[in-house]
């Protein structure tokens, strides 16, 4: 399949990229909802999970574009192709998860210091630094296993 066989910085410019993003939005936010209200919905923690997850995105391509000499979302979110790494290789497959665990920490750290900001006046601190931390390792987790899916699917 082509679309599999271009970096994030590419392929989150598509449709399929905005949809896998947008799940990811709606995941976290669907989690901190129910952590913080015990509600599946809730307007301004969407709001908030949507401007939490821009900035640590846009953070995340300038990020990239200033290690990467110019390269968009390669080292931010490792989405990658055969031209970017070889996942057969020991070394580059270490500093893939290395870089996979650096964005997961950069991830949780960013939004949950956004969630911090718009949501402590209406919520105890604690469980938003929790409900950011369960909502980025769940969204975390199932992108990991996509994935790795779509990297066995390409082997």
């Known amino acids: 399949m082509a679309i599999l066989n271009v970096s994030f910085g590419i392929f ?3 449709p399929p990229g905005w949809i896998f993003m947008a799940s990811v939005v709606l995941l976290e936010a669907l989690i901190i909802s129910i952590i913080l ?4 919905t809730n307007k301004r923690i969407y709001l908030t999970s949507l401007l939490s ?3 640590s995105g ?5 990020s990239s574009l200033l290690i990467n000499g110019g390269w968009i979302l390669v080292v931010w979110l490792p989405w ?3 031209h970017e790494i070889n996942i057969n290789n020991k070394e580059e497959l270490i500093c893939l998860i290395c870089y996979y ?8 750290g960013i939004e949950t210091f956004i969630n911090l900001l718009l949501l402590k006046k209406k919520y ?3 469980r938003i630094v929790m409900a950011s931390i369960y909502a ?3 969204s975390y987790a199932l992108g990991t296993i996509f994935l790795i899916v779509l990297l066995l699917i390409k082997i």
């Open 124 to 126: 105890d601190r604690k």
């Open 58 to 62: 846009l953070i995340g391509i300038v």
């Open 136 to 138: 980025n390792a769940a």
């Open 37 to 40: 209200t015990k509600k599946k």
């Open 12 to 14: 989150a410019f598509l």
């Open 53 to 55: 997850n821009g900035v």
């Open 101 to 108: 665990i650096v964005a997961l920490i950069l991830s949780i």
């Open 80 to 82: 990658v192709s055969s």
